[in-house]
């Protein structure tokens, strides 16, 4: 059942059949049904997720009751808080599943371990952790000098097959912009021959 797991390991760092038996132990498969609750605001939350099939979303919700999607997890993503695995504190997000979803659950220790057997594990980790840095940077640079235009076309890059599968309002909030807002730039987009 982890093999979808281990091929993708296997294309990242130099992992053989053998080793992965070694490392694959505490690992398991969880399904989550759609809309079910991973993880509420204020747990400690101490595994990840590797998707590998279906879809998950991080947000919080303001005292106004608005919801701010903060990460989608479609196939081959990882999804994680990070102050509940790193540093044992309460989550300021929640974590569902938008679609029925099939996720490797990660222990928060896991990497560490599995570097006592593969090494590059760790770079493997750097690699993930600093990619999430990046992504992170270049979501709160375009959430505050892009245009909203600008927001769409880059959450169709980042996320080439998302928009038939979730609802406008969601990647409204994802945008940081009213449906409405989205609305017309979609329209905008069809007026200047753009399919998305």
Same mark, same amino acid.
């Given at each position: ?55 998950? =979303? ?23 808080? =990070? ?67 600008? =927001? ?31 609305? =017309? ?12």
């Amino acid at each position: 059942m982890l093999e979808q797991f281990k091929a993708y390991l296997q294309n990242k760092v130099a992992l053989t059949d053998e080793q992965f038996a070694l490392i694959s132990d505490k690992l398991r498969i969880k399904t989550f049904e759609r809309n079910e609750m991973i993880l509420m605001k204020g747990e400690v939350s101490t595994h990840g997720y590797f998707v590998m099939s279906g879809l998950l =979303r991080s947000y919080s919700i303001d005292s106004k009751g608005k919801t701010h999607i903060i990460q989608f997890a479609p196939e081959q993503w990882w999804l994680s808080d =990070r102050n509940g695995m790193l540093f044992n504190e309460g989550s300021d997000f929640f974590i569902d599943a938008i679609e029925h979803t099939e996720a490797v659950v990660i222990p928060k220790d896991y990497i560490n371990e599995a570097a006592k057997v593969v090494p590059c594990m760790h770079d493997l980790n750097h690699t993930i952790l600093n990619n999430s840095i990046r992504f992170m940077q270049k979501r709160i640079n375009m959430l505050l000098s892009a245009t909203a235009e600008e =927001r769409y076309l880059n959450f169709i890059k980042l996320y080439p097959n998302l928009t038939l599968r979730v609802p406008q309002w969601m990647i409204a909030s994802y945008l940081g912009i009213t449906p409405e807002s989205l609305s =017309r730039v979609r329209k905008d987009l069809a007026h200047k021959h753009f399919k998305a």
